[in-house]
């Protein structure tokens, strides 16, 4: 069975983006490897406010052999024919975790996350907390959320920028 992970940055005070959507206080740290993170998975769900973040900075565009899957009750597949767009994630995530490939990033956003945690469908989650205090924005899990105990797999410290990895099992809450 493919997992279902959510990777993603978060601000010390727990936010995954500004108010209004900015990403611009991710320190990028050098001893991360983007390239071997994202060659682990093969479909990247996206919530619709991500995307259209993503496409405002031209990230719209799924590298090779990357699906992006962006959940959207307002946005029209014909017009992003790039990638597939769904109505409700929980019937598309849950076929999907049945079928061979590589593992799936739940890359965004918070609100999809809690959705999708709700119903048992996030398998690991994987926050590099970033050195900065945000004071607002979006959370990592948008209220109300269920408690979920969690058990930690592995974490690490990137010195050069304070940048923590954390990386989590979901144990209950499903």
């Known amino acids: 069975m493919r997992l279902v992970r959510y990777a993603v940055a978060m601000s010390l005070d727990g936010y995954i983006a500004g108010p209004n959507g900015e990403f611009s206080w991710i320190v990028i740290d050098p001893e991360i490897d983007f390239s071997a993170i994202t060659a682990e998975f093969d479909v990247f769900l996206i919530g619709r406010r991500t995307f259209e973040t993503m496409i405002h900075t031209n990230q719209d565009k799924p590298p090779s052999g990357i699906e992006y899957v962006v959940f959207s009750r307002t946005l029209s597949a014909k017009d992003y024919p790039l990638v597939c767009v769904e109505r409700e994630p929980e019937p598309v995530v849950r076929a999907m975790r049945d079928k061979p490939g590589k593992d ?71």
């Open 104 to 174: 799936t990033w739940l890359f965004g956003g918070g609100e999809l996350f809690r959705s999708l945690l709700h119903t048992g469908l996030v398998d690991r989650i994987e926050v590099s907390v970033i050195p900065v205090l945000l004071g607002q924005g979006i959370p990592l899990l948008a209220p109300p959320a269920d408690r979920t105990k969690l058990k930690l797999l592995r974490q690490r410290l990137y010195e050069k920028t304070g940048t923590v990895s954390l990386e989590y099992e979901i144990l209950c809450g499903r």
